[in-house]
């Protein structure tokens, strides 16, 4: 994104607080639903931010994301170079890619 594409990104992002005293709030969420983020502005300063509910959960699955990550480096760094392969573990416990194939795992 460049300057001015961002510049205008801002811009059309901002929702002055006015709005919603007007009755606006219908239109200004349908805003979000489309556009994903208003900047809610009062006094010409930012005061909030609304997102969308799909924008808040693709950002909160990135900080779940970021969490598993650096617990993983975590662990990594605590392995003291005591490593298995996928392949070793997968010999280990007397399994193949084949018999995890149907597998669902949920994840939380």
Request: aromatic share 6%; no cysteine; proline share 2%.
């Amino acid at each position: 994104m460049n300057t001015m594409s961002a510049a205008n990104y801002m811009l059309d992002a901002m929702v002055p607080i006015s709005r919603f005293n007007k009755g606006e709030a219908s239109k200004i969420f349908d805003e979000v639903n489309k556009t994903g983020v208003k900047v809610v502005v009062k006094n010409n300063a930012p005061t909030g931010v609304i997102i969308s509910t799909e924008r808040y959960k693709e950002l909160m699955e990135e900080i779940e994301n970021y969490h598993l990550l650096l617990e993983a480096q975590k662990r990594d760094k605590n392995s003291n170079g005591n490593l298995t392969s996928h392949e070793d573990f997968m010999k280990e416990l007397g399994l193949t890619n084949n018999d995890l194939k149907d597998v669902e795992v949920e994840l939380e």
